[in-house]
């Protein structure tokens, strides 16, 4: 019994010495439950042969991952926080990969009436002043972070009882405006995988510039932490930018709904 | 002929209560001592210093000769030589030969020489065959015999036994009495605690008797009187010489 | 709750179908759980005998310290862990977060108080008599302490399949050190945790059950290793 026991120790040790590199890359939540990267990954390790260890969590700290040398990629939708990443000289060679957008969604009657909104900081300002219940991530995050950009706007602070902080990933905040029959600011990629059997929370505002969300991929800046995979991190940018990345992006669909779009043509 | 132990101003606390004093006691090889006393008397008490398993509070001990110095290598060498027989013995889980190898084992014996030694010990307490038996299937008095044959197998130096045949059924008392009478002659000094006043009607033995943690004696020292470093032989001899030193003087 | 039947099919279907994602979850569950308690009885029994045999100043301090480590949350464990082997940290060189091998390093630290505690109860329940009858008997005190585990030996059992339990069920040291990598670091913990916050209860339960399956047929195995 020992032997069985310490053969699968030291297997699960050596699987790490085995012969294929492995890239670290970090991202956000939403980005792996979205199911892109089950898509986009295979081809990219295949090609390289080499294995791609997804880190999926909250943005901030997919960013502190970077910053830490823990990863050798970032890949996150926060442009100002990015922009600020590759300032800091902690990133290197940031490039645009793909974009999607945001939507408002709240329960089918609407209480607070946000549908006939002309913005998106309006239909904010009507959540707040009916005191209907808004879930926010609550967690620094890039969907959090436009949706204080959004609470600037409308020229409200949130505050009271209706607001209500999670603190948790996009899945998780839509579980919890669904039992509390809520409005919440989601990325339209995780509303859609949740829409239907797992929420009856429907769209009631979109389609504005202003809910307009980028993603980026960054490669960790190797002057700060020399050990870091470039090249291979290089090559990965190079494939999710390239046209076989792109192709493979644009063409990922979820219950017949594209989630991302890319940039240009094809 | 050394004295095989030689304990001087020692003193055994536990707690503030003091459980043995005595000024000094010395022990010659090839006798057999008889420790008496009511309960409480303080006669395990010396037996577990004797056997080198407590260290006294106060005093000083040698050991065939040599100085008790309570440090582990030495320490474990002199416990090779002296062997402790509890009142109610401990017997490792296991086999019966599992346990009387114990301690032949620790000495670096194996094999058929190991095999054999067991069943020689089994064969002297009377539990000849008993090797594979499971300890949990031994009666009590069977038990408290393969305790003893598991000490006995070790030929100690000095073999101390607490209260060896208190409570023990006549078949087992008999074989064990026995055995403890041969000893002696075997060159192995004996050190038996005991409630029975006729005991000694038995056994020649030396009797060595406790009072309130102390000897009975008026110097607190045994033997009483001081005879240097000569081995006085047992008390019948003793009483003997001292009959023929009245007869001649 | 609908979701508790569906969860049931759910999970003997994926078992049948032998889904590779459920398998290797198990794997790494296993194996990161193994290799802990492993690691974690070389350093505890020891650790606990030592405690119990011994005589120093400020026992009772130590065996107080051993009980609260007992009660530390293991999302604090993996974040000491964590601060440790990152690369900002002191040992952050040997490049260990987000491996199986930080899981079982963060669970090794996790187990260690209860093996120790478990052993140093034993220890303390076992019969008085055995280590002075092992050196009587001209056993060395080395020799005495492995024949007093060998008399204990049920005792210490209980130690490593209760370390066993608390490891293999855990999640907090499994997500912040090994990151729920997909196919590497993804034990069936965290594998419950990520479809729990995709808001896949069922999914989620029926890893739960094939869980408790698994540890319900190691736990057969210990306790049959146990009573022989």
Partial sequence: ?266 | MAAQFNLTSIQKRYGNKIALELEELTLWPGHLYILTGPNGSGKSTLLNILALLTKPEQGEMAFTGERVTWKNRELNLMRKKVTLLHQSPYLFAGTVSANVAFGLKARGLSGEELQRTVAESLELVGLKGFEERNVRQLSGGEARRVALARAVALKPEMLLLDEPLANMDQESAQVVEQLIASLPDRGTTVVMSTHDPRLNERLEGDVIQLMGGRLASENGRYPAYSSGDQNPGTLKTMLMADALVMLEG | MGFIQESIRTSFSLIFSLDWEVFSAVWTSVGVAAGSIILAALFGIPLGLAIAIGDFPLKRVVITLLNTLMAMPTVVIGLVVYGIISRQGPLGGFGLLFTPMAMVIGQTVLAIPIVANYTLSSVKGADPRILPTALTLGASPLQSVIQLVHEIRFGIMAAIIAGFGRVISEVGVAMMLGGNIRGYTRTMTTAIALETSKGEFAFGLALGIILMIVALIINLLLNFMQQR
């Fill in chain 1, 1 to 266: 019994m020992r032997y069985i026991f310490t053969l699968m120790l030291a297997l699960t040790l050596c699987s790490p010495a085995l012969a294929e590199e492995r890239l670290k890359m970090s991202t956000t939540t939403s980005t792996q439950d979205s199911g892109l990267l089950k898509v986009l990954l295979p081809p990219f390790e295949k090609k390289h042969n080499c294995k791609v260890d997804v880190i999926a969590v909250g943005t901030g700290q997919a960013l502190k991952l970077g910053e830490a040398g823990d990863v050798d990629v970032v890949f996150v939708h926060a442009r100002k926080l990015e922009d600020k990443f590759v300032a800091d000289g902690l990133g290197v060679n940031r490039k645009d990969v793909m974009y999607n957008d945001f939507v408002i969604i709240g329960p089918k009657g609407d209480p607070a009436g946000i549908a006939k909104a002309k913005t998106a900081a309006e239909a904010l300002k009507l959540v707040a002043s009916k005191g209907a219940i808004f879930v926010s991530r609550g967690d620094k995050s890039g969907t959090h972070t436009k949706e204080k950009e959004l609470w600037q706007a409308a020229g409200v602070e949130p505050k009271g009882n209706w607001y209500v902080e999670a603190g948790q990933g996009m899945g998780p905040v839509i579980t919890m405006a669904t039992e509390r029959q809520g409005y919440t600011l989601a990325d339209r990629g995780t509303y859609n995988a949740f829409k239907g059997k797992k929420t009856n929370l429907v769209v009631l505002f979109q389609g504005e510039k202003g809910l307009f969300n980028p993603y980026g991929v960054i490669a960790v800046n190797p002057k700060k932490h020399p050990h870091v995979k470039l090249d291979l991190a290089m090559r990965f940018i190079d494939f999710v930018t390239g046209p076989e990345g792109q192709g493979l992006i644009a063409g990922y669909k979820v219950n017949g709904e594209p989630v991302f779009f890319i940039y240009g043509k094809k």
